[in-house]
DNA sequence: CTTGTTGGCCTACGGTTGTTGAAATGACCT
DNA sequence: AGGTCATTTCAACAACCGTAGGCCAACAAG
């Protein structure tokens, strides 16, 4: 995340980086407009003004603690047969251990540049997949929609409202499920 | 909605609905904390004090404003083969003309009250359908929290994040990609 | 040491929020 | 008519928000 290739690594990094891990914490617990700075401020053990000073104001603290990336396997190296299982499984994978993506969800639904920018990452990431696995090229947003529908509505059940039967799902189901799902919705002909 | 069979029809009646109507729009539009009493009542044409006063604070604005019967067909009546088919038809129906579900969605994923509620909605009506079809009633609340995880995911991408390639699907595009997913989440064995 | 730069805390401003209570208005009954 | 009560208006409160600027300590360079 801090990459130290531009330069001289500053001597404020490590409290910018307790900025940015509270603002994933709070951004995920509570959504854009109730994670509050002076929250986020506490959280990081420092002074609410620093997060203006580093990041000028919130939205652009937002932008700098919410920035993902899928790592999705190289559309050239799937196999166009478990397309659907390599992504619910790598899905699945990232969202167990990633709150930023909580976070990502819990603000685009009540924030209109959270929206864009979850729609930017499918957009850019998830659309590769499909434009390379899917018969028509043509068809390939709408496949990709499709597929996110399905994803994000189990990251919605049962990372966000948290529907019990939901959350006692085991990782290895949601795949059972799952999968077959995304894969109709990526390689097969439209429904009769 | 306002039903006079308790006695007296109040004379405050015009103003208590007109709050209630400007609070689903708000609600829907901009989620649990954008939406203000103060703006509700703009849009009402009242004073904000009469929220208050009808509805006690927020927290009852918002549960008297969003309540919420999915009319869902009467699972007695249901065949086991077209399940899917009817309910994705039905949900697309009502998503499309009923402004309170994306209230509610909007709301539950930043406010834990809104999840709750949406959590008994689906427990309440979706749980019945699925115990009706689906084979080992044991299943049934696994089988309902997948089944809605597809149908809250396409509501999510079309109506919240409005992903434009899941806007541009037509209902009955929605209704063929979906209905074989639904179905199978009800009645399908665990898959191999 | 002196100087300039960076990191950090403190205080405060202007605005908005949910909420309250008192005063004004209106309708209805005798 | 006068009185009673629900309805509405108005002004204000305390709390909180994002944000700005000034001040001081720690450090680096000369």
Redesign the pocket.
């Given at each position: 995340m801090t990459s130290s290739l531009s330069s001289t690594p500053?001597?404020?990094?490590?409290?910018?980086t307790a900025i940015l891990d509270a603002a994933r914490e709070r951004f995920a617990a509570d959504g854009y407009?109730r994670?509050?700075?002076?929250?986020i401020a506490k959280h990081a053990?420092?002074?609410?003004?620093?997060?203006?000073?580093y990041y000028?104001?919130?939205?652009g603290l937002f932008a700098a603690a919410v920035s993902i990336d899928l790592k999705l396997p190289d559309p050239a190296s799937l196999s166009r047969d478990d397309a659907g299982r390599t992504l619910v499984t790598h899905f699945v994978d990232m969202w167990e251990k990633n709150e930023v993506l909580t976070a990502l969800l819990r603000v685009g639904a009540t924030n209109q540049a959270g929206a864009e920018r979850m729609q930017g990452i499918f957009a850019d990431q998830l659309l590769p997949v499909a434009r390379r696995v899917c018969p028509d090229p043509e068809q390939a947003p709408a496949r990709a929609a499709l597929a996110s529908s399905q994803l994000l509505g189990l990251a919605l059940t049962r990372y966000v409202l948290r529907f019990p039967p939901a959350v006692a799902l085991a990782p290895e189901e949601i795949v059972a499920w799952l999968a077959p799902t995304v894969q109709r919705y990526l390689t097969a002909p439209y429904p009769a």
């Open positions: 500053r001597r404020s990094d490590v409290t910018r407009e994670a509050t700075i002076r929250a053990n420092i002074d609410p003004s620093m997060v203006m000073r000028g104001n919130k939205e």
